[in-house]
């Protein structure tokens, strides 16, 4: 079985910034995609960044692109996501994902992660 560890939620202020890391433990995860999903309060939950096994090939919601990067440490079974100039719409419950798709649905969601929250406010 794979557990999901996640870290690096919490409280920012407008333009702050997080960095989000999620360890995969219980069996490696070659040829996975690795990230997060987000839901935010009475909303649908939605891929916010995916990264492939190549930590190359990358997916982000459309209003992370340009202020958000991804990498991965296969190695370590760690994903890390970096989010900068955050905004009161990033608010929501980041969900560690793993999925043999990419971009995956959520039913193609392998693994998930508990949640953590990201909560931007000033």
């Known amino acids: 079985q794979v557990q999901l560890v996640e870290s690096g939620g919490g409280l920012v202020q407008p333009g702050g910034s997080l960095r989000l890391s999620c360890a995969a433990s219980?069996?490696?995860?070659?040829?996975?995609?690795m990230g997060w999903f987000r839901q935010a309060p009475g909303m649908e939950r939605e891929i916010a960044a995916i990264?492939?096994?190549?930590?190359?090939?990358?997916y982000f919601a459309d209003s992370l692109k340009g202020r958000s990067s991804i990498s991965r440490d296969n190695a370590k079974n760690i994903v890390t996501l970096q989010m900068n100039n955050l905004k009161p719409e990033d608010t929501a419950v980041y969900y560690c994902a793993v999925s043999s798709r990419f971009p995956p649905d959520e039913a193609d969601v392998a693994f998930w992660g508990q949640g953590t929250q990201v909560t931007v406010s000033s």
């Open positions: 990264i492939m096994w190549d930590d190359r090939t990358t």
């Open positions: 219980g069996r490696t995860l070659d040829g996975f995609a």
